[in-house]
């Protein structure tokens, strides 16, 4: 989706609150409320429930408070009446009736309690009334797609106790929202449900309602809390999965907590194993680049999550070559959608592969999970996937034979940019012009000069001398052509890319942050590189710009340029960690630790990139996602550049060189960072102007812990 797409609806997600299981997610507003925008209960890509909206005596309640439980699972809105209608001698004034819903989502299903009580000294009238509909949109009709055509609602079933929404699509798909009462309404029709009650002083009534493809046979107490315990059980299972992180600052453990939750919302069980969904509301698919990402961010304290994306990945590489799918033999999927426009061909995002660094990414990860967990088996079950990688890189990748890895889409319908900055102008001159494809982006051929370092050292781990050798010289031919095409001798910085006419984007970015990360510029570049991330230029006091504030099109309230993104500033903070700059990255930890603080410790997918100002907050980007993947994946790639660590299975090695904490932070521990078999607590202490390193309990010989200060 561009810009224009999600700029649609001024309100977005921020405000909103949002549940999810697997591919079913809701967004509705504080009262608990779904009222149009890009509000919903959302299925396979679809909206099954469009409005979804309670009053009691024909007005909206007045909000008390609401929010979603640490773990994710419920969401509840403690409300309350407005003032109601006289009963007898006696009229219901405000604030005498309390109701709390409570929902949560499960196995596809919604299910809903309202609980209402009546604080009165007099019995009190309680008519509710629900307004509901349910519009079948598309999620890219949602945001301002418009499509010439669509299929019919047909007429809906109506029961005493239940509706029954139906559209057969364009797809010849019939897909059912059905909304079951616990309780027969008073009144029910097409639009709405009546609840006449009256509740006597110091009463209490409780009500249940399930929406799902078909109604359930009794929404009730005892359904209620059985979907609950199960999602609860789910979820813990999620959260507890790695290592876990504790430290000596409340708010620093609640944006852990809160980020570790997020990643446990977001992440689904595939039959390959757990994979992280993009964000909500826009991305709650499979996504590549973005799973791959949060498994980089996440793999030193949970490796199973970087497993499964792997495994998911490989198994969906692509075997033939489409210009409408932007794939060819070897590629590794950019997104899938499960929604009716995917199916017929609307959009081409069914199985969709435009993103030109998402196979040197999945190499990537591959060596990193090899390195992080010894898992040798698992990586010869991919070496294939891994060579079909590696073979569209060195072939079909570089489509003008320049040596560099580049993309252009193959049809109109495509992405017209296709790395993570995708928007239609996110990629430009100096001068503001848009370049010519096919273009070659500059962190891009740092992730291809990484993969093929990752495949020399698994080829040396094969015993395969000759390709271990092959791909090392091939990584030091695409270090020197980057560093001598790329590199800007006035600016001392790198151009953010190559357009197909051999000429430089001379436009500094935030891509260079991602260059120091694969660690390919020289030690000299790098220093030159980081201390223009670190300057006014790019440093808004909030994290990295995603453009620098000269650039021609730099704007602080555009999607990716000159906005902030929790992942890209924390990407930035691991390049740097690569080079050595603790004090930098702590710098950015601050920063990040600090806007998260005024979002309630969860980042959102971007933030405006507005200068920080004394006293006052970061500015929200009205339709980010929230939450986002690798913005809640961010703070623990930060972190571990950070503390300086890494983990070597095959080593047994941790190593842990000049560690930093955060500026508000005493003391951190790690519990349970898993070595190949064995266990290791670490804890990290700041003793003056330092930060020590030592293990929480004796650590098995065969490991080793390496520390330096």
């Not at 001024?10 to 997610?25: C, E, Q, V």
């Not at 519009?135 to 005493?160: E, N, S, Y």
């Not at 710098?587 to 507005?610: I, K, S």
């Amino acid at each position: 989706m561009t810009d224009t797409d999600r700029d649609t609806d001024a309100r977005g997600p921020i405000g909103s609150y949002a549940l999810k299981h697997d591919y079913t997610f809701l967004v509705a507003d504080s009262l608990g409320d779904v009222r149009g925008g890009v509000d919903g209960l959302f299925r396979n890509d679809t909206r099954m429930l469009s409005r979804f909206r309670l009053t009691i005596g024909g007005a909206l309640p007045a909000l008390l408070g609401s929010g979603v439980s640490e773990d994710n699972v419920f969401f509840h809105a403690n409300v309350t009446n407005r003032p109601l209608p006289q009963l007898g001698n006696h009229a219901t004034p405000e604030g005498v009736i309390h109701i709390e819903r409570s929902r949560l989502l499960w196995e596809e299903r919604l299910y809903e309690r309202w609980t209402l009580t009546n604080y009165g000294e007099h019995p009190a009238p309680a008519p509710l009334s629900l307004a509901f509909d349910a519009d079948f949109a598309d999620i890219f009709d949602v945001p301002g797609h418009r499509r010439p055509d669509r299929g019919r609602l047909l007429p809906p079933d109506i029961g005493a106790d239940y509706i029954r929404f139906r559209y057969e699509g364009l797809d010849k798909v019939i897909r059912i929202s059905s909304i079951a009462f616990g309780r027969a309404p008073d009144v029910i029709d097409a639009e709405h449900a009546e609840f006449k009650l009256l509740l006597q002083q110091r009463t209490r009534d409780v009500l249940y309602l399930e929406i799902g493809a078909d109604p359930a046979p009794s929404p009730g107490e005892e359904r209620f809390r059985n979907a609950a315990a199960r999602a609860r059980v789910c979820m813990r299972n999620k959260r507890r999965r790695g290592a876990s992180l504790r430290t000596s600052g409340r708010l620093f453990n609640l944006w852990i907590d809160k980020s570790r939750a997020d990643l446990a919302l977001l992440e689904t069980d595939m039959p390959t194993g757990p994979y992280p969904f993009a964000g909500i509301p826009w991305f709650s698919t499979p996504f590549g680049r973005d799973a791959i990402v949060t498994s980089l961010q996440t793999l030193w304290l949970d490796p199973e999550r970087a497993r499964g994306v792997l495994s998911f990945l490989a198994k969906n590489q692509a075997r033939d070559a489409s210009s409408f799918a932007d794939s060819a033999p070897g590629k590794i999927m950019h997104e899938t959608r499960r929604g009716e426009m995917a199916a017929l061909g609307e959009v081409p995002f069914a199985r969709y592969y435009g993103g030109v660094d998402t196979t040197p990414l999945f190499v990537m990860l591959a060596g990193a999970y090899a390195r992080r967990t010894a898992d040798l088996a698992f990586i010869e079950e991919l070496w294939p996937a891994l060579l079909a990688a590696m073979d569209w890189i060195e072939g079909p990748a570089d489509s003008n034979k320049d040596g560099f890895v580049d993309y252009a889409r193959g049809e109109t319908t495509g992405l017209v940019n296709q790395g993570w900055k995708d928007s239609v102008d996110s990629i430009f001159h100096a001068d503001g012009r848009l370049p010519r494809g096919p273009i070659a982006l500059l962190e891009v051929q740092g992730y291809v000069y990484a993969a093929r370092r990752v495949m020399a050292e698994l080829a040396a781990r094969r015993g395969d001398p000759v390709l271990q050798k092959r791909w090392r010289q091939r990584a030091e031919e695409i270090r020197a052509a980057v560093e001598e095409r790329f590199w800007m001798p006035q600016s001392k910085f790198y151009a953010i890319a190559l357009d197909g006419e051999g000429e430089l984007c001379r436009v500094p970015a935030s891509n260079a942050g991602h260059l120091l990360y694969t660690g390919l510029p020289s030690a000299t570049r790098a220093t030159h590189v980081t201390a223009q991330l670190l300057s006014a230029t790019f440093d808004t006091g909030w994290g990295v710009r995603t453009v620098c504030d000269h650039a021609a099109r730099f704007n602080p309230m555009s999607y990716h340029n000159g906005s902030v993104w929790p992942h890209d500033t924390g990407v930035c903070a691991a390049g740097l960690a690569r080079y050595g700059d603790r004090v930098g990255i702590r710098h950015l930890l601050n920063q990040t630790f600090a806007a998260a603080h005024y979002f309630g410790m969860r980042l959102p997918e971007l933030l405006c990139g507005f200068a920080r100002a004394a006293g006052e907050p970061p500015v929200g980007y009205p339709v980010a996602c929230l939450p986002q993947a690798w913005s809640s994946g961010a703070p623990f790639m930060m972190l571990q550049a950070a503390l300086g660590l890494d983990i070597d299975a095959f080593r047994r090695e941790i190593v842990i060189d000049r560690p930093e904490l955060p500026s508000e932070i005493e003391r951190l521990e790690v519990h349970g960072l898993r070595v190949d078999d064995e266990i290791v607590n670490l804890q990290f202490q700041r003793i003056g102007d330092r930060v020590m390193a030592s293990t929480a309990h004796p650590i098995p010989e065969s490991v080793r812990v390496i520390v330096s200060v």
